[in-house]
């Protein structure tokens, strides 16, 4: 799975950095999310954050067109 995975990615400078998944979620498009999976999904990625090693970045790969049902700004919500 993504999530349990560890990558070596060459950076433009010629070094490399490890690239490790924390957590993988997938949905199929044009849906909404109901808030109590939304908060699952959410308090897995904290949790995930919290038991990491120290982390020196954090990369989301969310679009911005995820909808939960009573939540204006979904990823402003996960963000904040």
Same mark, same amino acid.
């Given at each position: 799975e993504d999530a349990?995975?560890?990558? !070596?990615? !060459?950076?433009?400078e010629g070094g490399f950095v490890r690239v490790r998944g924390l957590v993988h979620f997938g949905a199929m498009p044009g849906g909404r999310v109901r808030r109590r999976c939304? @908060? !699952?999904?959410?308090? @897995?990625?904290?949790e995930a954050v919290r038991v990491a090693p120290p982390l020196q970045a954090l990369y989301l790969d969310?679009?911005?067109a995820m909808t939960v049902e009573e939540l204006d700004d979904a990823e402003a919500d996960l963000l904040d």
């Open positions: 349990e995975q560890e990558w !070596r990615v !060459r950076t433009t939304y @908060e !699952r999904m959410k308090a @897995e990625l904290v969310v679009h911005g």
